[in-house]
């Protein structure tokens, strides 16, 4: 008879293989006294394979992560998980409590990275993220969607410094791989120096809930962990289409103030030169077209109508001349629309 799976430790938690659990990391207090602490949900499966984990709301305002977390624990495969997972669908509670971006002190939680448990509030959580999560982890899931009322393209981001990262990008299958810079103390540059590549997902917009962008990155995950041989494998259930490639973005601002009204979405392809939208000013006396700088596909928008010059309104990723965007999201839609991952028997 083979030996039992040594149970998987964290914190001062101890999970048996074949088993979940929900477990609490103290992180701090607040000032009435109450006590704050961040859950990772850890299912520590009975045979083995790699450690995973998933998060979300490492800005408080994003909750599309949120709802894909929830989504991917009621998945009724998960009770033949070959490794562990875990999964942290709030990170940042301070932020998800109040509706905001950032932790009490105005910190940028993925500036802070790695932390230190001496140094400020997002210090302190960025360093217990850091050893008890990613240093226990063999790949990781980071899911985010814009920020400041803007709305993304559902995109895997990366900055792979191993191949089979990209690969993982691929088994994903988001409509667009987006190579881009590691941004100083991000998570992102912190677990790639403990050898820990992650994807990150952006999709929809802060504190709203989009259904295509939930249902992107619930199948992302599973075909991910479906290709990492933590879960069983469904040939039904691997993507048709082949994501868009893309190693550089750059956002076209505002060229004035004023009531913006944009003629472009996400997804959609545009040539340099294109009309993007109308700046007028409120007295209907002067307007400013905006025109694209670049040729590429509409990766994300601004969604406020009312902007001062220079803001960032229309985000925009150079692809290959020969690939067909419209063509690929429309068939990754059609395909969410039916598949298999979202049996009623297998997520609810």
Do not use: C
Request: hydrophobic share 40%; glycine share 8%; no cysteine.
């Amino acid at each position: 008879m083979m030996p039992s799976r040594p149970a998987f430790k964290i914190g001062q938690h101890t999970i048996d293989a074949g088993t979940r659990q929900t477990v609490d990391l103290p992180v701090s207090t607040l000032s009435d006294h109450t006590p704050v602490s961040m859950s990772v949900h850890v299912i520590h499966g009975k045979k083995p394979g790699p450690t995973m984990f998933v998060s979300a709301a490492i800005h408080g305002d994003e909750v599309i992560g949120v709802e894909v977390v929830r989504r991917l624990l009621r998945t009724n495969g998960l009770n033949k998980l070959r490794g562990t997972l875990l999964a942290i669908p709030i990170v940042n509670s301070f932020g998800f409590m109040n509706h905001s971006r950032y932790l009490p002190d105005r910190r940028d939680l993925n500036r802070s990275f790695p932390g230190s448990p001496k140094g400020s509030l997002a210090g302190r959580l960025a360093n217990i993220f850091t050893e008890e999560i990613v240093a226990r982890s063999d790949v990781g899931i980071d899911l985010h969607s814009a920020s400041f009322h803007r709305t993304n393209l559902p995109q895997i981001r990366l900055t792979p410094s191993k191949p089979e990262t990209m690969t993982l990008a691929k088994a994903f299958a988001a409509p667009l791989i987006l190579t881009s810079k590691i941004r100083p103390n991000s998570l992102r540059q912190s677990a790639q120096e403990k050898g820990v590549d992650i994807l990150v997902y952006e999709a929809g917009e802060g504190l709203r809930f989009d259904e295509m962008a939930a249902r992107v990155g619930t199948a992302g995950i599973i075909r991910v962990m479906r290709h990492l041989e933590m879960l069983p494998a469904k040939s039904s259930a691997k993507a048709k289409v082949k994501p868009i490639l893309s190693s550089s973005s750059s956002w076209v601002r505002a060229p004035a103030g004023g009531l913006l009204r944009l003629f472009k979405s996400a997804g959609e392809e545009i040539k340099k030169g294109d009309i993007l939208g109308v700046v007028s000013d409120p007295f209907g006396e002067v307007e400013t077209e905006v025109l694209s700088s670049e040729e590429g596909l509409i990766i994300g928008r601004t969604n406020l109508p009312v902007i001062n010059e220079g803001d960032g309104i229309v985000h925009i990723a150079k692809i290959n001349r020969n690939a067909d965007a419209v063509a690929t999201i429309d068939s990754l839609t059609t395909q969410l629309e039916q598949d298999p991952l979202f049996d009623e028997d297998e997520i609810i």
